[in-house]
């Protein structure tokens, strides 16, 4: 603490006023104007001693600040009269290109050094950026292969991600008002299904799968000068054209490496052997018996289901069966028996859904 005061001599004709100050011990600590670290490789991380030294005549109480990529630790603490402390100053840049931050020390009185650093990316990428899938039947599944290439010298770390970059992973984060939603999750085998389809409102769940599968795993390392082989699975569950990006995070590159992926599901290849049947003439309360067929065309079980009808005139109508499987390549004969009970002329379609397929099969009967 410093102190002032004032010596006022006064005669017959003045006053002559002395001020007198005296200066208090205070710390004066000892650092380096600039700290400069090494060429540090984007998302990782160096780390630089810096010596301290209080030279003054006072306990230092100090407070020490800086920005991104820049950290110190410890932050604050006391240094005593001539002691030396060590400050672990680390550089973990999330930008390529140059870093120049103030390192602050708040002592009584703020006074900082320079800390520099610069960041480079790493010479890794993905063996395609755009995967299409074959098209594939519902319940059944293709793969394809794509390669993570390590071409530098050290060793990195991948992790595949939902968003392009962090903020705006973060953004999507703090809007659900959790941490966690909208990430990638882990099924019970150690893969990644990609993508959630959330406020489709498809169902309560917070997340829905669209069926993309990273095999062996969400997240691992690289060795220097080699590559991991990702395995990515497509197993539709409706026959719909399905797109997605998985972002491919790695420490030594600033950008996440963007994955497309599109597949199309298949629906069933379920037909009818005609698709209209044209009865003519008949007589009131008479019955008469018709048959078509169910043709499955493709390469696995269908399942079908009649789906009853609302007009008045379809009570007058008998299917058999009313559901079934039918195996690929074979067909399964539908007994039709019809009975009109009042006169007039009729047109009415019957549709048979097949699990799986977007579109029913449909017999027109007049």
């Given amino acids: 603490q410093d102190y002032s005061h004032e010596l006022s ?3 017959g004709k003045e006053t002559i006023v002395v001020p007198i100050r005296a200066i208090g011990g205070r710390p004066i600590l000892d650092f380096p104007d600039q700290l400069d670290f090494p060429v540090c490789i984007v998302k990782c991380s160096n780390e630089k001693i810096l010596l301290v ?40 840049p999330l930008r390529t290109g140059d870093h120049d931050t103030p390192l602050c020390f708040v002592p009584g009185e703020t006074i900082q050094t320079k800390l520099h650093g610069e960041a480079i990316d790493l010479n890794i990428g993905l063996s395609t950026y755009s995967v299409e899938l074959e098209k594939t039947y ?8 794509v390669v993570i290439k390590n071409r530098s010298d050290t060793t990195t770390h991948f992790q595949w991600k939902t968003y392009p970059n962090e903020e705006e992973e973060n953004r999507k984060k703090k809007r659900l008002g959790f941490v966690g939603a909208f990430e990638w999750f882990r099924s019970s085998k150690p893969s990644l299904k990609l993508g959630c389809v959330s406020l489709g409102f498809r169902s309560s769940a917070l997340c829905i799968p669209v069926p993309f599968i990273l095999q062996p795993r969400m997240e691992g390392e690289i060795r220097p000068n080699s590559s991991a082989k990702i395995k990515v699975t497509f197993k ?10 998985a972002y491919c995070n790695i420490s030594g590159h600033e950008i996440r490496l963007p994955l497309k992926l599109r597949g199309e599901g298949k629906g069933l290849e379920v037909e009818l052997s005609c698709h209209t049947l044209n009865l003519g003439n008949i007589y ?9 067929d169910l043709i499955n065309k493709g390469l696995i079980d269908a399942h079908f289901t009649f789906v009853p009808p609302t007009a008045h005139v379809a009570n007058c109508f008998e299917f058999v069966p009313r559901k079934g499987i039918i195996a690929p390549g074979e067909r399964q004969t539908i007994q039709i028996s019809f009975k009109a009970t009042v006169l007039g002329v009729f047109d009415e379609e019957f549709q048979f859904s097949v699990a799986g397929s977007p579109m029913p099969a449909v017999l027109r009967i007049k």
Avoid at 61 to 85: D, Q
Avoid at 236 to 245: C, G, N
Avoid at 284 to 292: D, I, R
Wanted: glycine residues 6%; aromatic residues 8%; contains cysteine.
């Fill in 53 to 92: 030294q209080n030279t003054g005549n006072l306990e230092a109480h100090y407070e020490m600040s800086t920005k991104s990529p820049f950290s110190v630790v410890p932050a604050r603490g006391t240094l005593g009269i001539g002691e030396t402390m060590e400050v672990t100053v680390k550089y973990q």
């Fill in 138 to 145: 519902i319940t059944m599944s293709c793969h394809t292969t």
């Fill in 284 to 292: 009131v309360n008479t019955t008469h018996a018709y048959e078509v």
């Fill in 236 to 245: 539709p569950q409706e026959a719909l054209e399905y797109r997605s990006v």
């Fill in 9 to 11: 001599c006064t005669s």
